[in-house]
């Protein structure tokens, strides 16, 4: 498991080269549009680290190998699926966005979701239609596809949960 700290402001340099190397591989792999332009800008990177959500995971060196935030629920856009339904739609669940990360540095996706399921057995997560890996890695860490939600600018993204119950083996 690589470490993971809280991001500090100090950090958005380095994370503009994570998320650009993210973004180069998502291009690579046919997702042309997703996170396009600067997204996610110094903006939502700086609102994620004022609200205590934004996590940087750290290499060997102790260099940035990625990000991602972790956001309590409610999520708003999650209020409405299409498709599908939750697996749980009554319990408190965490939200995990912006996973990204460098291309050479592995565990990151393993590492990001046992810290979040150290916090909530409740997890929640959504994707680009497009983003193979990220739908891959999903559904090996024991997440089930629950059907579509619409961002605020009506993009649809697939939506996936992982419920971990009490009474469930946790070897996921």
Known sequence: MLNIRPASPSDLPALREVFDAAKAIM???GNASQWAGAYPDEGVLLR???GGRGHV???EDGSVAGYFAM???PEPTYSYIE???WLDDTLPYLVIHRIAS???VHGVFASVIACAAARCPNLRIDTHRDNRIM???LLKHGFSYCGIIYLAD???RLAYQRLTRPDQNNNQ
């Open 83 to 85: 498709d599908g339904a």
């Open 57 to 59: 995971l750290l290499a």
């Open 102 to 104: 460098r291309p050479e």
């Open 27 to 29: 291009r690579a792999d």
């Open 135 to 137: 739908q891959h890695n």
């Open 154 to 156: 009506g993009a649809q």
């Open 48 to 50: 994620d680290i004022a």
């Open 71 to 73: 956001i309590p629920s």
